[in-house]
């Protein structure tokens, strides 16, 4: 519960972040998450086994394509542009609810890399954030995703709040 409240207070603290000082990443990302509907953003990195078990048997790809309302934006994170070539391997990357972004610092050293998104801390990868037409209502910091509870994110999202 104490992790909800800071999401909620830091979510609270990024209203004060002005369009101004985003990258143009976060701008497309933000104005992306602003359509009607829930949009999924999730940052990963090929390197990151984590993010390479939820890959693996059809993790992300069936979840994609099982959830063709919801949008996705994957952000390639601390690495390069191998990561189209990872997830076209695992069939994640040509449905028509899918887009790939690559972060502009790729950096893996702790010194360099990315740290916010937003506003929004990144101290982890992967993380994924569920956003409603604008507004965050679910924000995971976690080892790698269980499908089932990401599914019933995304139904809790859709409901009137």
């Given at each position: 519960?104490?992790?909800?409240?800071?999401?909620?207070?830091?979510?609270?603290?990024?209203?004060?972040?002005?369009?101004?000082?985003?990258l143009?990443?976060?701008?497309?990302v933000?104005?992306?998450?602003?359509?009607?509907?829930?949009?999924?953003?999730?940052?990963?990195?090929?390197?990151?086994?984590?993010?390479?078990a939820e890959?693996?048997?059809?993790?992300?790809?069936?979840?994609?394509?099982?959830?063709?309302?919801?949008?996705?934006?994957?952000?390639?994170?601390?690495?390069?542009?191998?990561?189209?070539?990872?997830?076209?391997?695992?069939?994640?990357?040509?449905?028509s609810?899918?887009e790939?972004?690559?972060?502009?610092?790729?950096?893996?050293?702790?010194?360099?890399?990315?740290t916010?998104?937003?506003?929004?801390?990144?101290?982890?990868?992967?993380?994924?954030?569920?956003?409603?037409?604008?507004?965050?209502?679910?924000?995971?910091?976690?080892?790698?995703?269980?499908?089932?509870?990401?599914?019933?994110?995304?139904?809790?999202?859709?409901?009137?709040?």
């Amino acid at each position: 519960m104490k992790f909800f409240t800071l999401l909620f207070i830091l979510v609270g603290l990024t209203g004060a972040t002005r369009a101004a000082e985003l990258l143009p990443i976060e701008k497309q990302v933000a104005e992306a998450i602003k359509a009607p509907g829930v949009t999924v953003v999730h940052f990963w990195a090929p390197w990151c086994l984590n993010c390479a078990a939820e890959l693996a048997k059809s993790g992300w790809s069936t979840f994609v394509d099982t959830n063709a309302d919801v949008k996705f934006i994957f952000v390639t994170t601390w690495h390069d542009d191998i990561g189209r070539e990872v997830l076209t391997k695992n069939g994640v990357g040509t449905q028509s609810n899918f887009e790939l972004l690559l972060h502009p610092n790729p950096s893996r050293k702790a010194e360099d890399r990315m740290t916010q998104f937003m506003g929004l801390p990144v101290s982890w990868v992967p993380t994924t954030w569920i956003f409603r037409e604008g507004q965050l209502r679910y924000a995971l910091n976690y080892g790698e995703v269980r499908f089932p509870i990401l599914q019933q994110l995304i139904r809790d999202t859709t409901d009137k709040w």
